[in-house]
């Protein structure tokens, strides 16, 4: 059992590190192992699939399923040569991954850098000729309130995962946070469901 656990916690790792990372200024992560599982990649879905770095594009889902195999033997490995320090290891790491996406979407969702205002080319376009994820992205922008109460509840959460006595109960309220955020995602077809998936 406890391989499992350590191959399926390196297999999130990988995944999280091979989709595109979220800020710009740190290294490319997810376009370096894209370039390196591309050929792989490209084998399974056809010979004419084209190179992209979009999230949730069928490239990176086949590419987080091929994940799992080097994750496998990872798992065996590290529970064969470092079982206690890789257990604590992974379990330390994911939970500063998740630490990080929570405070990073919790602080611009509370300067409102993630649900802009509506912009008048939005707002005076009839609702019916709106996609879903645009009419989303519109509407919380409106609100200011669900962006204070959202980005609250995930800074409050990133912080408590990252101090070992209230890792726990972050764990628990992150749980929550990633249900609520991966249910938008997919009811609205935003372009984040692979990441929001393995966030939860």
Same mark, same amino acid.
């Given at each position: 059992?406890?391989?499992?656990?350590?191959?399926?916690?390196?297999?999130?790792?990988?995944?999280?590190?091979?989709?595109?990372?979220?800020?710009?200024?740190?290294?490319?992560?997810?376009?370096?192992?894209?370039?390196?599982?591309?050929?792989?990649?490209?084998?399974?879905?056809?010979?004419?699939?084209?190179?992209?770095?979009?999230?949730?594009?069928?490239? /990176?889902?086949?590419?987080?399923?091929? !994940?799992?195999?080097?994750?496998?033997?990872?798992?065996?490995?590290?529970? /064969?040569?470092?079982?206690?320090?890789?257990?604590?290891?992974?379990?330390? !790491?994911?939970? /500063?991954?998740?630490?990080?996406?929570?405070?990073?979407?919790?602080?611009?969702?509370?300067?409102?850098?993630?649900? /802009?205002?509506?912009?008048?080319?939005?707002?005076?376009?009839?609702?019916?000729?709106?996609?879903?994820?645009? !009419?989303?992205?519109?509407?919380?922008?409106?609100?200011?309130?669900?962006?204070?109460?959202?980005?609250?509840?995930?800074?409050?959460?990133?912080?408590?995962?990252?101090?070992?006595?209230?890792?726990?109960?972050?764990?628990?309220?992150?749980?929550?946070?990633?249900?609520?955020?991966?249910?938008?995602?997919?009811?609205?077809?935003?372009?984040?469901?692979? !990441?929001?998936?393995?966030?939860?």
């Amino acid at each position: 059992m406890s391989i499992v656990r350590q191959s399926i916690g390196i297999w999130i790792i990988l995944i999280l590190f091979s989709l595109p990372f979220p800020l710009d200024w740190l290294p490319r992560f997810g376009e370096f192992f894209s370039e390196i599982f591309f050929p792989l990649v490209k084998l399974v879905i056809g010979k004419s699939t084209v190179q992209t770095f979009a999230s949730d594009s069928q490239i /990176y889902y086949v590419q987080s399923a091929i !994940l799992l195999i080097p994750s496998i033997f990872l798992g065996v490995f590290f529970n /064969y040569k470092f079982k206690k320090v890789s257990k604590e290891g992974i379990h330390v !790491l994911i939970s /500063y991954l998740l630490a990080f996406f929570l405070l990073k979407y919790g602080i611009i969702k509370l300067f409102q850098h993630q649900f /802009y205002i509506v912009e008048p080319n939005i707002a005076y376009t009839p609702a019916g000729f709106l996609s879903k994820d645009i !009419l989303f992205w519109s509407s919380m922008g409106t609100s200011q309130s669900y962006n204070l109460f959202m980005g609250s509840m995930e800074i409050i959460t990133g912080a408590t995962l990252l101090s070992k006595r209230t890792r726990m109960l972050g764990s628990i309220m992150a749980l929550g946070v990633f249900a609520h955020v991966f249910t938008i995602n997919a009811g609205f077809n935003i372009t984040v469901k692979l !990441l929001s998936l393995t966030l939860l």
